[in-house]
């Protein structure tokens, strides 16, 4: 998701423009089958819930069977996906690998 500060509040993507949504002044609009304001606030909430982490205190580890986001320090993941043979495939053929 790509987020654009607006002078009265937010505009969010998805990178494919399949999804987007507009915020303001307490109004949202939206298109596409993602809730992009659902997921924002979800997201915002984890953060508050787990302490309003920095930024930069995020990490990623790749390897050939899987990607984890972690926070803090690698083993602490907040996220894992496992990488399949077709999507390893795909990135050894030039083209974009997982979107975690």
Request: with cysteine; net charge negative.
């Amino acid at each position: 998701m790509v987020c654009w500060p607006q002078e009265d509040g937010w505009f969010l993507a998805t990178e494919d423009g399949g999804s987007w949504a507009r915020s303001a002044g307490g109004v949202s609009w939206r298109h596409g089958p993602r809730d992009l304001v659902r997921e924002a606030a979800d997201a915002v909430e984890w953060g508050r819930e787990n302490g309003s982490p920095p930024l930069f205190g995020f990490g990623v580890t790749v390897t050939r069977d899987r990607q984890e986001v972690w926070l803090g320090q690698p083993g602490t993941s907040i996220r894992c996906v496992p990488t399949t043979d077709s999507r390893r495939s795909a990135s050894a053929e030039g083209e974009p690998g997982v979107a975690v």
